[in-house]
């Protein structure tokens, strides 16, 4: 069964680090998406990617965060300069069409310490 | 703006006990509604949704009612399994958007 993949599973980066995580969606669908998860906390949106441009963002989107698809297959969140704050599991998913319309696949998650 | 609210939990239940976990949404217009579950380990997996009011979402013996007049997607299961063991969230989203917005989660544990 397809599924989305990320990595790494767990990263632990120092304060003002810049971060990647990288996902590998499932290889036909067309819409990408990140969402985090802080300690306790709600499942919030990040960003959707549709078409090599982010289509829709959440205000938690600010400057320090950036996305990108290098190739056919990758789907990455880099985060600039990391706070404590986003210490958080950071959801990649993927979608075939729009999220109502057919299901979004989500990845296990990467874990993201800032220390 | 829209949000979703979740009964806390956790929710301790025996095996083959009637499971209902209450979520309401605040939103304008009228969403599509869903429920996704993360089992120990794994990533979110849509469980079931409902596109309009009263359509009823099922699987895997769980089963939620798109109620407009109550703003509310519970999820219901008659018998439940320790399998269904997880944590369970309700989302909704709006034709044309393309974020998720989530509950806070509801972990339910099934002993046996």
């Known amino acids: 069964e397809p599924e989305v993949t990320q990595t790494p599973s767990h990263q632990v980066t120092q304060m003002g680090q810049e971060v990647i995580l990288r996902c590998v969606p499932i290889?036909?669908?067309?819409?990408f998406y990140w969402y985090r998860q802080i300690l306790g906390q709600k499942v919030e949106f990040l960003v959707s990617?549709?078409?090599?441009?982010?289509?829709?963002k959440s205000e938690i989107f600010d400057d320090q965060f950036s996305v990108e698809r290098p190739d056919g297959s990758n789907f990455t969140l880099k985060i600039r300069s990391t706070k404590l704050e986003d210490s958080a599991m950071y959801f990649c998913?993927?979608?075939?069409?729009?999220?109502?319309?057919?299901?979004?696949?989500f990845g296990q998650g990467t874990r993201l310490t800032v220390v | 703006g829209n949000s979703v609210t979740q009964m806390e939990g956790p929710v301790t239940l025996s095996e083959e006990a009637f499971l209902t976990i209450n979520c309401t949404y605040t939103?304008?217009?009228?969403?599509?509604l869903f429920w996704y579950v993360q089992y120990p380990g794994e990533g979110l997996q849509l469980l079931l949704k409902?596109?309009?009011?009263?359509d009823k979402g099922s699987n895997k013996g769980f089963e939620a009612t798109y109620r407009k007049e109550t703003t509310s997607f519970h999820l219901e299961k008659g018998s439940v399994q320790v399998s269904d063991s997880a944590v369970y969230f309700c989302?909704?989203?709006?034709?044309?958007?393309?974020?998720?917005?989530f509950g806070s989660g509801t972990r339910l544990q099934v002993q046996p």
């Open positions: 990617f549709y078409n090599n441009e982010i289509s829709e």
């Open positions: 290889s036909n669908h067309l819409y």
């Open positions: 989302a909704l989203v709006y034709t044309g958007r393309r974020a998720l917005t």
């Open positions: 939103a304008t217009g009228y969403p599509s």
């Open positions: 998913a993927s979608s075939a069409t729009a999220p109502q319309d057919t299901e979004a696949f």
């Open positions: 409902a596109t309009k009011a009263d």
